[in-house]
Each structure stands twice: as C-alpha cells, then as structure tokens.
C-alpha cells in the first residue's frame, strides 16, 4: 500500500464554494502530481511540483490552485466549484525520476458540484 | 502527436480464463511502458515497467510484452480471478518534455464466477 492519503474520499457542494482537497505523502518524495479521471477518459494531469514552492501547472486548465509548503503536503484548491469540476481527483508522488520508480497514488477524492 | 491507445475498452471473461490487453503508443523519444491496475474507488498500482531493450516481463499471473519497433505492448492475463476486475491503464513516458507521461484510457476488465 502506498503511503499517500487524499481526504476526503468523497465530496458533494453546491456551486460556487471554495473547497480544498488534501494530499499528503510521508516517504518524503520531492515529485508530486495532480490527475482529474472523468470516467472512460485518460487521467489529465492538472498541476505538478518538484520540491518545496515549486508548482507548475499542467495541460487541463481547471480554474485550481496549489500550494507546497511543505515536502510532504500538496493541497489543491477551488475557489469557485462549477458542476463542470465534477471528477475523480487523484494525487501521486515519485521517489525517483519516471525513468526508475512508478508513480504512488492515492485512492482519490470524488468530487460532484451540484 | 504522443498517444496511446488502449484496446479493448471493456472485456468480460469467465474466472480461470486468459486474456490479454493491447496498448499502443506514438510516443518519442520512448523511455519506458507500465501497466496500472485501477480497482474501483482507489487509486492505479503498478503492475510492471517495460524498458526499450525488454520484450517480456511477468509479474505473477500478469504477463507484459514490447515490441518498441511496432511501439505496442500486451499484459496478459493468465487463469483469471475475480480480483483481477479492475481498469488495467497504460503509461508511456518520454525522455524529455516537463510532462512527460502519456496515459491511456485503460481497459475494463470483469471477471465473472
């Protein structure tokens, strides 16, 4: 089992509300990532970090924010849910480099905005 | 363009059955192949990784073929079990690009008693 936790697993809110959904990771790897899974579809990656205050953005624009404060802690945030933000959420960390180690992920946070 | 594209989308076997899943990519410059496996509400476990220079790897009852020159990869299954249910998601990753993991829209396997 991997050691990365989303919180929460599953998530219903109305539209409009700002929520933040948890990822967090304690074998200490500097890579982390976040996917949107819709289902049938291919995982999206939506942002990206490679070490404390390092964020990037990734291909699926989705109006969300991150933060790394810390290694171990990589948060993602709506500042203003729409239904079209319904998805799976799922977070993954690397240890290595994609060329060594596979990715770990979470069991995923499923969000409906209604 | 990089892609892979997975085949079939579903499948439903019979328990102690084979099967095999197909996987072909566009990806370059190839660096490795792994095959996921997705149980429902979590998230994917790798199964194996393919490298340029491996045509075969087992892990277990799950077989992984590559063929880099025709850019196509197999899992196979052998003697099936209802734990092997699942989405079974293939990722090709490349040797440059900040995103560089390309992932395909997996295969949904069923397996019934």
């Known amino acids: 089992e991997a050691d990365i936790y989303q919180t929460p697993r599953y998530l219903v809110i109305g539209t409009g509300k700002k929520i933040t959904l948890e990822c967090s990771q304690t074998m200490g790897h500097d890579k982390m990532y976040w996917y949107q899974q819709d289902p049938g579809m291919e995982l999206h990656l939506i942002h990206y970090?490679?070490?404390?205050?390092?964020?990037e953005k990734g291909d699926l624009s989705s109006e969300s924010t991150v933060s790394r404060i810390r290694t171990e802690h990589f948060p993602l945030t709506l500042e203003s849910a729409r239904p079209s933000h319904t998805s799976q959420y799922l977070c993954?960390?690397?240890?290595?480099?994609?060329?060594?180690?596979?990715?770990?992920f979470g069991n995923g946070t499923r969000l409906t905005v209604t | 363009k990089n892609q892979v594209e997975q085949s079939p989308q579903s499948l439903i076997i019979l328990e102690g059955k084979n099967c095999t899943l197909q996987c072909n990519y566009t990806v370059s410059p190839f660096s490795n192949l792994r095959w996921y496996k997705q149980d429902t509400g979590r998230g994917p476990v790798s199964l194996t990784i393919m490298t340029f220079s491996e045509n075969t790897k087992s892990n277990g009852r799950y077989t992984a073929t590559l063929d880099a020159d025709t850019k196509q990869s197999s899992l196979h299954i052998t003697a099936s079990q209802l734990s092997d249910s699942a989405s079974y998601i293939c990722?090709?990753?490349?040797?440059?690009?900040?995103?560089?993991?390309?992932f395909g829209t997996g295969t949904r396997l069923t397996v019934i008693p």
């Open positions: 970090s490679y070490g404390v205050n390092s964020t």
């Open positions: 990722v090709v990753s490349a040797y440059t690009g900040a995103n560089n993991l390309f």
């Open positions: 993954a960390s690397l240890p290595g480099t994609i060329y060594n180690s596979p990715l770990h």
